[in-house]
């Protein structure tokens, strides 16, 4: 899986407008969270590049870049957790879930839809 990581609100606007052309996935994870890391292991397992060709997947490591996470929150007007995915499309978040909630096949399910569409 190849996690585009996201570090500066220059880059989150350059994703907004990706999310025109194809979906984006965004992925907060907490690095001091058990459970956000086993949340990112299961979906890193599972995920299928063949199937998410289509979706840019996107790391935010919230820890260190707590401000983004904020502006996120802010900007998709999604409450704030971890770990949690969002998938952006058309610059609005369209599916956010967080803890036991993160499936690659619910994810896989949402993504799906779009790009048939």
Known sequence: ???ESLTS?????ALMEKSKDQPVVLFKHSTRC????MALNRLERS??????KEVTPVYLDL???RDLSGA?????????QSPQIIVVHEGKAIYDTSHMGIS??????????????
């Not at 996120?72 to 704030?80: F, N, W, Y």
């Open 1 to 3: 899986m190849n996690w």
């Open 47 to 52: 995920w299928n590049e063949e199937e998410m």
């Open 63 to 65: 820890i260190q870049y």
């Open 104 to 117: 690659y096949q619910e994810l896989h399910k949402v993504v799906n839809n779009l790009t048939m569409a």
């Open 9 to 13: 609100s220059n880059q989150l606007e």
């Open 34 to 37: 058990s459970i956000s890391s």
């Open 72 to 80: 996120i929150a802010h900007q998709l007007g999604v409450e704030h």
